[in-house]
């Protein structure tokens, strides 16, 4: 029987080999680490954010860029068909606020143990600690098979790419892929994290460290005040600056808007990130928040007058911000001041310097470019036997379960195009 070899035992691996498994293929995975999936374990805090239970149109607005690249695949194995996919290998899901999918254990070990159970139920062989360095190809150009860097071969007639991005390299996605492409004629766009913490240039951020605020509206401008951004939801304070949900989420704002830029690293324009941390309040109604708690704690001193507006934490850093001396009265604060206070709980502002590293990033945008494979069948346009899926792709989305949605079609239709590919000839 001739065979599939799939390269990378993550999300879109393990599904491009069950699908060609179930094709009728003879399929062979090299994994380079002991184990699979070690970056699913990771996913939603190890809860894994198996999918999302939009329909595709949402799905693919959720892939800024070049989400359309995604329809095909997403219409052939959409999210319900991954909620059935994974009911049927016995993991219950569960949606959770906004459309997010996890296993009703909430353990995301059960995802992949279920995966790799199904491997070995449908006879696929599985190699560990291989991790492929070359792609073999025959003299017309066809792939042949890989070598690896233990220098042993395995021979194929299609070979999938399913190495993942670069991010978390401890997972084994170190960018394997996009040289194993390179090598064979692809074009790689440029790589960048997406989905990343921020940095800040102030440094009184680190007194914030680990605080977290919910329902906070951020809005994200150059320093010219172009909206390159704005959402609601959840964010996180670090040493470094900023993290959480909706930081990631507007991190691709920042990071695009760096790139078109074409700025390097130690160059790029500061932007401006200012918090409105009570978003439901018009100022009016603000300011008459603040004058009732002025009113309560009139004789009190001002850093004793805010528990009830604001987190413990936060408050020694508006109080410094305001600028309203810490041991005034409160009955002597003025008009002007309270203001202030009120203008800098509707918009504290930071300046956004930099993105952390690549490696903390939670996807790689860029990658092997969507004009040379075919969205019907992941197959490459120059190589033939040649097949991608996953994050190695040039597609990113956002948080919410896309990415995961994103490698299970890509590797499904992989998996199950190189296998009609194979067992036809
Ligand atoms: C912290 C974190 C949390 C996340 N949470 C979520 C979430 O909840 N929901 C969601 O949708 N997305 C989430 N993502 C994104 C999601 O995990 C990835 O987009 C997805 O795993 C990509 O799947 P993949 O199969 O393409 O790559 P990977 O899962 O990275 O798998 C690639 C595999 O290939 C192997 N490999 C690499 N090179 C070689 C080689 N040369 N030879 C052999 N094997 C090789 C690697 O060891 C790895 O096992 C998260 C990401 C991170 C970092």
Redesign the pocket.
Known sequence: MSSILV????????IAAIMGAKTGASVTL????ER?????L????G??????AADVEEIVRHFPGNGTFLYSSLRAFDSARTVEFFENLGVPLKIERGQRVFPVSDRAQDVVDALEKELKRLGVSVHYG????AIKRKAEGAVAGVV?EKGDSFPASAIII????M??PG????G??YR?AQIVGHEIKPLRPS?VPLVTEEKWIADLQGLSLKNVRLTLTTKNGKKLGEDFGEMIFTHFGLSGPLILTLSKKATDYWEQKGKSTDQKEPLTMKINLKPALTPEQLDRRIQRDFEQYARKQYKNALQDLLPKSLIPVIQKLSMIPEDKFVHQINRQERFRLQELIRAMTLTVVDHRPMKE???TAGGVSIKEINPKTMASKIVPGLFF????IDV??Y?????????WST?AIAGKSAAEVVTDT
């Not at 090299?30 to 680490?33: K, M």
């Not at 291989?130 to 360095?133: D, E, N």
């Not at 948080?399 to 490698?407: H, K, S, W």
């Open positions: 390269i990378g035992g993550g999300a879109a691996g393990l090299l994994e380079r680490n699979l999936g070690k970056k699913i990771i996913t939603g805090k809860r894994c954010n198996v999918t999302s291989q991790r492929v360095k690896t399913a190495t993942g991005g991010t978390y997972t084994g996605s170190t394997d892929g194993l989905l990033a939670i996807v899926a996953g994050e190695v990113d989305g948080t919410g379960g896309f990415n995961l949605q994103g490698a590797g």
